[in-house]
Nanobody
Framework: QVQLVESGGGLVQPGGSLRLSCVAS????????TGWYRQAPGKQRELVAD???????NYADSVKGRFTISRDNAKNTVYLQMNGLKPEDTAVYYC???????????????WGQGTQVTVSS
């Protein structure tokens, strides 16, 4: 069984910063693409940023230049550094990982439970 656990969310003022972390645990052979998604009330879940196992990154236009995704493969952890936060960044942030758990099975996507980020004065 694989678990993804996010942390680091909270309440921050506009212009502030937060760093989200997501740790994968369980029976893991390999972690391929990982990413952060968010879902605001009444809206669909959207990609914020993702990163391949080789370190190639991709960002939503709305966060380019403000957010940075990174990963520590030795710790099975992916991070999202969020700077210059805006009220429109308010959402539940979810971690996603494409993870292989056995040598004979294909990898599949796993999701964390989400962490709330609220940007408000």
């Amino acid at each position: 069984q694989v678990q993804l656990v996010e942390s680091g969310g909270g309440l921050v003022q506009p212009g502030g910063s937060l760093r989200l972390s997501c740790v994968a645990s369980g029976r893991i052979i390999g972690i391929y693409g990982t990413g952060w998604y968010r879902q605001a009330p009444g809206k669909q879940r959207e990609l914020v940023a993702d990163i391949t196992d080789s370190g190639t990154t991709n960002y939503a236009d709305s966060v380019k230049g403000r957010f940075t995704i990174s990963r520590d493969n030795a710790k099975n952890t992916v991070y999202l550094q969020m700077n210059g936060l805006k009220p429109e960044d308010t959402a539940v942030y979810y971690c996603n990982g494409n993870i292989q758990t056995t040598l004979w099975d294909s990898s599949r996507n796993y999701w964390g439970q989400g962490t709330q980020v609220t940007v408000s004065s």
